[in-house]
């Protein structure tokens, strides 16, 4: 029996493609093959639960191997029509396989147990797109977590979790509305706080700052439109910038990331 | 008078949304505040010319000074209706500010003169927004050139456009659908053939690598979906990949290239 958009638990899943629903119900929709499969595998680590999968018919044919995993996990099933499946999307390509899973947050403190070295911080990053971007190249450079603070989108978003394509499921996520809180366990962790600024007096070639990207470092990152918060620029250790070398005037968020991040990773290897 | 869709000269710029359009008239659309004004920074550097401006009253009440430049440029000024924005517009929000303007590429030969020391190949790259933000990339990490070459995306497509920020007026820009001439071109440039390819075996920080990166090199990039051709890593002098220190996959196509190429500026910096 396939399961339409009027079927109770295709409905209620609905439910968790608003930020509401989802708070509501301490679960969120993977969706599409990459996802679902490394939620699958999240899940089998015993980090967290996948409590339903759907899928439409076309979906099952291109990923019959994610179907058996779920069913060996004893993950229940769903086939669902492909209107049922562009409602669980918040995608306009709905991929035609969704998982129903629990939130991944952790508490700040929680993500940055066990003497952290590197972590992204989002500080009031409101687009979908660029926080999974973010978490996705945070996740390629080793960082230890990536923290969504103050009024950041919520990680769960459908559109942040497709940017991660599984990241969310690597690292461990907090998401925390206290900025100030946020810092102080990044400070309290032994990180430096360092806030990446387009105005910044220093770059990240700066010969003098060379020799402190290696040491443990939480990197502040803003919304493209307003960047880091003065107040927060104000309090931390560091700002620095990507040194432009041509005629642009800046980077946007997810390539200024990947410099900083990888200058860190890069620093703190060649030194260990 | 404000002209509408149906005015003779806007009918004729709305041609210019299409490559085909493009083509035949050699001239493009630069939509939105800062494309337009570094076209008109471009055009009174003599490298090209701004043909007409098209605006909207509300574009025209936010951008004043953009009007008086173009207008002491000689530009000729049409006010347009919101539905001649929209329909000269590739986005879907129009920012009711269009240029006219002469297609910026050159020659790969003009791109390549004068000893170069950093150069972006695009190889097979169809995402238009990928294509842009490559560039702006490359032009922040002061590329001497970005190369389009083989079934890449035409550089002045309105999102290319969009993505580049304005950076297809800073830097030169070549496209060859003859990938083969455009290798032999950077060879003959005095330029290592570099490819980025997730799956090489060496990356961006083992040891023996980083004293090769000071070295004048033309960057290959490929497709999200395909890399670059094995034909071209064949071909090329050295294939790396940007270390992936987490959980994550990869790292998409303008992340990977902003790692790839500022790992190049610097150690050419850094060295020289």
């Not at 089998?44 to 999968?53: C, D």
């Not at 960047?227 to 980077?251: F, H, K, M, N």
Request: charged share 25%; with cysteine.
């Amino acid at each position: 029996m396939v399961c339409t958009e009027r079927t109770p638990r295709v409905a209620a899943a609905r439910q968790l493609a608003r930020r509401a629903g989802r708070t509501r119900a301490g679960r969120f929709l993977a969706e599409g093959a990459q996802a679902v499969r490394e939620a699958l595998r999240w899940a089998a680590e015993g980090r967290g639960t996948v409590h339903e999968l759907f899928f439409t018919a076309p979906a099952a044919e291109r990923n019959p191997e994610l179907l058996d995993a779920a069913r060996a996990a004893g993950v229940p099933l769903s086939e669902i029509t492909e209107r049922a499946a562009a409602g669980l999307s918040e995608t306009v390509t709905p991929q035609g396989v969704v998982a129903v899973c629990d939130t991944v947050d952790v508490s700040v403190e929680q993500a940055l147990a066990g003497r952290p070295k590197l972590v992204a911080v989002l500080v009031g990053v409101a687009d979908p797109g660029n926080a999974g971007t973010v978490s996705r190249v945070a996740d390629a450079a080793g960082a230890d977590a990536v923290l969504f603070a103050g009024d950041t989108v919520d990680p769960h978003n459908g559109k942040c979790v497709r940017a991660s394509t599984g990241s969310l499921f690597h690292l461990p996520i907090a998401r925390e509305r206290d900025l100030t809180a946020v810092l102080d366990a990044c400070r309290a962790a032994g990180l430096r706080l360092v806030a990446a600024d387009g105005y910044a007096e220093h770059d990240l070639d700066t010969a003098a700052v060379r020799g402190t990207l290696d040491e443990p470092t939480a990197w502040l990152f803003g919304s493209e439109a307003h960047g880091v918060p003065q107040e927060v620029l104000d309090t931390a250790d560091e700002s620095l910038r990507v040194p432009i070398y041509g005629g642009a005037e800046s980077l946007n968020l997810a390539t200024a990331a990947a410099v900083c991040l990888y200058a860190s990773a890069r620093a703190q290897r060649v030194r260990s």
